[in-house]
């Protein structure tokens, strides 16, 4: 099993940048999608981006495309989600999760469709 720790949450002003990591234990994560999800307060999970196993696919949620990148290390096993002009609507709790199914790739917008999750990490913008 694969064991996934975010990091780099805090509090920013609306226009500021973050970057989240993601590190994973327990084994290797390079031949597996990765991806990004958050939830706010009183709403679903909802996807943010994910990124194949070579990073030479990358997927974002029309709400982030052009703010937010996601990004891979394998040799060092963890997964980055840099968020730049934040905004206050991005508030909520970021989750890194993997597919958990050697090169495959399915519904990557759907949480149901990751086996393993991080515990989160917070993200407060404020305006």
């Known amino acids: 099993q694969v064991q996934l720790v975010e990091s780099g949450g805090g509090l920013v002003q609306t226009g500021g940048s973050l970057r989240l990591s993601c590190s994973a234990a327990?084994?290797?994560?390079?031949?597996?999608?990765m991806g990004w999800f958050r939830q706010a307060p009183g709403k679903e999970r909802e996807f943010v981006a994910a990124?194949?196993?070579?990073?030479?696919?990358?997927f974002y949620a029309d709400s982030v495309k052009g703010r937010f990148t996601i990004s891979r290390d394998n040799a060092k096993n963890t997964v980055h989600l840099q968020m730049n002009s934040l905004r206050p609507e991005d508030t909520a709790l970021y989750y890194c999760?993997?597919?958990?199914?050697?090169?495959?790739?399915?519904?990557?917008?759907?949480?149901?469709?990751?086996?393993?999750w991080g515990q989160g990490t917070q993200v407060t913008v404020s305006s």
């Open positions: 999760a993997e597919d958990g199914r050697r090169f495959h790739i399915g519904n990557v917008y759907r949480p149901a469709d990751y086996n393993y």
């Open positions: 327990g084994r290797t994560i390079s031949t597996y999608l």
């Open positions: 990124i194949r196993w070579d990073g030479d696919s990358t």
